[in-house]
């Protein structure tokens, strides 16, 4: 029998595209980010129907000023009217992908016209176009199913994010959606670079993106307990994501998407393509032990095989852009996780969590911090994490970075993402240098 060999492709990142709590574009969310600005708000707009009770959450990271009609208009070349009626049937989840693709091809220098004929769509989401399916169970029980809308399967699809994508970019290459909960968006990142490496695709558009702030996703969450509460004061909204601090109580609920095109290095060489980084290695895990609890070994093996993966030492990871989502037991574990690979701070990287910031956007939160940790790469600079007041105990011993930006000279980034389920993906990115 004949022995396959395969050569490994190595994979840089060339476009950005966000849509966040902090801006509607990669410009505006990196500024505010560096600035140590938090996109965390009061949120009513589901008060009506939830009613109003002194325990419930009543702060999210929610995008502002966002209207997908006029921030595709804005595009120097405006869809065409048929494209634009499809948007506004579009779910929000849909919405935030299609901008933040579009913003990525363009930075990337890149055209539907060709270009794009055999690029790969791998979007990942945690929840879909859940306010959809919500909205439209309504006025299903209300008026009976002539009340129900026929865009409604469209809308709520978890593939249509990347199908929609695909279909605007005229991308033919595969398209993927995954649905690993919080961990999705990494997911996405990590199996297109591997599909690229492999030579299945040399281009991928990838990253996740979601619009879980409806009345019954903070409901079910608020059951669980896993939503913050103790900050709902208007005064103090702004504090409640609060990674590894010891007054963490709980998520900030967030939405948005995060895109970036993946593409083979000898492509992108090829086109003269600006390059951010280039995308080393990638590690998952399964916790195999509860639902909702991380497990400090599942994090310890999904860091250490991600480092395996790249080919590098732990002393060789300058900043690591952590999962830290500000609940009691996520943030205790991980940061122990972090202790045992790295040591104490004296040797250890530069921690920031910048869910502080954004809050949590589930599904989009791997795809929104592997772009900050590209960033962070390419502009020598790690963000803060904010409203660190009080280091837990249990979270002492790492290298945090608090409440102002740190310049520092960055060679390789991890960042960590970990979901409902024990699902667990790390990445690992690397300093671009010309060669």
């Known amino acids: 029998m004949l022995k396959r060999t395969v ?60 209207n997908g009609k006029d921030i595709f208009l804005q595009r120097e070349k405006a869809l065409d009217k048929g494209a634009l009626k499809q948007i506004r049937h579009m779910n929000l989840v849909d919405q935030y992908a299609l901008a933040a693709s579009l913003e990525a091809v363009d930075d990337a220098g890149l055209s539907s016209e060709g270009e794009l004929g055999n690029a790969g769509v791998f979007i990942a989401t945690g929840f879909g176009g859940v306010s959809s399916w919500e909205e439209q169970h309504i006025k299903l029980m209300a008026g009976g199913i002539d009340k129900v809308s026929p865009f409604l399967i469209p809308r709520f699809l978890p593939n249509l994010p990347g199908g929609n994508v695909s279909i605007f970019c005229k991308a033919k290459g595969p398209n993927v959606s995954l649905t690993t909960a919080c961990a999705a968006g990494a997911h996405s990142i990590g199996m297109a670079f591997r599909s690229i490496q492999l030579n299945e695709a040399d281009l991928i558009i990838t990253g996740g993106t979601e619009a879980p702030i409806t ?17 709902n004061n208007d005064g103090n909204h702004t504090k409640a994501s609060c990674p590894f601090d010891l007054g963490r109580d709980g998520f900030v609920m967030g939405e948005g998407a995060g895109i970036i095109i993946l593409e083979e290095l000898e492509r992108a060489l090829k086109r003269n393509a600006k390059i951010y980084a280039e995308i080393v290695g990638f590690g998952m895990t399964g916790d195999a032990t509860h639902i909702t609890k991380p497990c400090l070994d599942g994090v310890l093996r999904c860091v250490e095989l991600a480092m395996k993966n790249a080919g590098i030492d ?76 009080r280091v837990d105990p249990e979270c002492e011993g790492l290298n945090h970075v608090i409440d102002k930006s740190k310049k520092s000279s960055i060679n390789y980034v991890v960042s960590n993402s970990f979901g409902f389920g024990g699902t667990n993906a790390s990445l690992v990115f690397k300093k671009w240098q010309c060669e």
């Open 314 to 389: 732990s002393d060789m990871v300058d900043y690591v852009n952590p999962h830290a989502t500000s609940t009691p037991v996520g943030d205790k574990n991980e940061a122990q996780a972090l202790l045992k690979i790295f040591g104490s701070n004296n040797r250890g990287p530069l921690i920031s969590a910048t869910k502080s910031a954004t809050g949590h956007l589930l599904g989009a939160s791997g795809a929104i911090e592997a772009i900050f940790s590209v960033k962070a790469l390419g502009e020598s600079i790690v963000p803060p994490t904010i409203n660190l007041e």
């Open 215 to 231: 009345p019954l996703t903070y409901a079910g969450f608020y059951r669980m307990g896993a939503l913050s509460t103790r900050y």
């Open 7 to 66: 050569e490994l492709k190595r994979v840089v990142i060339t476009g950005l595209g966000m849509v966040t709590p902090l801006g509607n574009n990669v410009g505006e969310t990196w500024d505010n980010l560096i600035a140590g600005i938090s996109g965390v708000s009061i949120v009513s707009l589901f008060e009506d129907r939830v009613g109003k009770s002194p325990e419930m959450s009543i702060v999210a990271g929610n995008v502002k000023g966002f």
